[in-house]
């Protein structure tokens, strides 16, 4: 969860008169321990507070509002439930055409497609504004923009800037300028090669030849999206009064929302925002040209008795309609039914039951009677955990030690060491938006982690027996999500003369105990000597694997001695024990 650094100072400020002296009772002094009180709106915590030099940190439990990211943000939501009125932004009111115009150029569908932008005039930025759109920068473009690869921004001086600017694509020989951090004019693919955020981002945009460019009407380069602005114009200093706001990506309502809480945030700082009509050479989903911020939000029919009975309180048509108002949103309706309008700096109405939560926010959840149980339950473990536990004994006592190791891995561990690339086995559950490549994909089986285990103890006496319970993913198109998550028990044996005979008397004892009666049946898997791999079958149906590991693969893990393993599938072990039972 995002935690954002705020100067009680400048936030004061952002609240304004009337709410401060609604915040402080009349004090007119802003305290940690008054914003305290009221970070219950934004779901947030205060983490630390600075008393000389007036920072707080709050740590923010949704990652659903980047709106709130923000001492701008944070402040407005306050400031909307102190005041009882929602501020007006009159930039998205539909006008014909915006004055300043963005163009984009063709073949830019197929790298980064799309992007947003307007004009923030009239706030001299300060010390504290430009390190809050800074923050909000790195977080929106960080965490929501998924490390840029779909949502990156640019802040830029606006009076240098001629329009209109092109969103072009040239060669990366074919552009110079000379990048924030840097004195020289280097070339786009000098930036990508030598630039700190080029090594750190280029793959975004790696693969093509050529790449996106923004610049003005008299070619001067804003930018080199999303890797790095130019220094001439993207360095926003202390003092500057106006500015250019852009935001480039590969989803289109993800960059406008980036967008429209960018002006909102200076607008809250006395900006006086200006559209940018931004023009397509290919059809999107808002159209081929639109002006920039822009109001896409949708309203929303909800049932009064659906929030009732979510809240179970008898809340009032009238209740409901204040606690939305008094949170920001736009609400109409009768005494049966409610259409509900999220701000255009919001985009997490995807259910009833969001603005069954606006409600109870807005409402403070200290305002609901807590209710006892009727019923009385006893916890316990499932089938599957106590096959688990089970087996752990079982294995324990056959002379294995246990292991835990991440479920998460890399692709290189769970395959290519594997010597599983393009077989059928080349299904594993990738992270989309992985923070390292260390870490992202999901095991599908056991083995990858024993084998790291057994990669650091070659020092140790042999022989090794190793083994380990725990989850495994695997790719399933019919499951919810895409993938099916399961539980797996791995063992690995590891010494001078390790072999598929000892390695099958383990497997025997332990099924004999559990009193699940099997057969082998040969198989042909890549990371197994042919000959000496079988499948485990129970009443016919395959529920694991065992076999000596080829040399190929022991030599990807550096592992020194012989290897032989197993792995079972504890959930079809635990199914069966039901069945008997």
Partial sequence: MPTISINLKDFEQLLGPAALGEATAGGNVLTAECLESWLPLVKGELKDHDCETGEVRVELQDSNRPDLWSAEGVARQIRIKLTGA??????????????RRLLVAPGLEKIRPYVAACTACGYAVTEAGLAQLIQVQEKLADIFGRKRSTVSIGLYRLPEIVFPVTYDLVKPDDAR?????????MSLREILAVHPKGSEYGALIAGHDRVP?????????????PIINSREIGE???????????????DLVMVVLTLNILAVNLADRGAAVEPVQVTYPYETALGKSMPTPLDFGRPRSIPIQTIREALGMPLEPKQIRDALSGYGCEVRGSKDKLTV?????RNDLLHAVDVVEDVAISRGYGSFEPVMPSQ?????????EEMSDRMRELMVGLGFQEIMANILASRQELIERMRLTGSEWDRIVEVDNAMSQTFSCLRQWIVPSLLRVEAESTRSFYPHRLFEVGEVAAPDQAAELGSRTRMALGALIAHASANFSEVHSSVDLLLFYLNCPYSLEPVAHPSFLPGRAGRILLHGTAIGLIGELHPEVLEQWQVTMPAVVFELAVDQLAGEAVEKS
């Fill in 86 to 99: 929602a501020p007006a932004y009159p930039f998205f009111v539909a006008k014909p055409q915006a004055k």
């Fill in 177 to 185: 300028f000379t990048p924030l951090g840097f004195d020289n004019k």
């Fill in 213 to 225: 460019l923004l610049r003005d009407d008299e070619g001067q380069v804003l930018s080199l999206p």
């Fill in 236 to 250: 926003v200093r202390v003092g500057d009064r106006d500015l250019f706001v852009e935001v480039t990506g590969t």
């Fill in 341 to 345: 309008k999220l701000p255009p700096y």
């Fill in 376 to 384: 009385f339950t006893v916890g316990g473990l499932s089938r599957v």
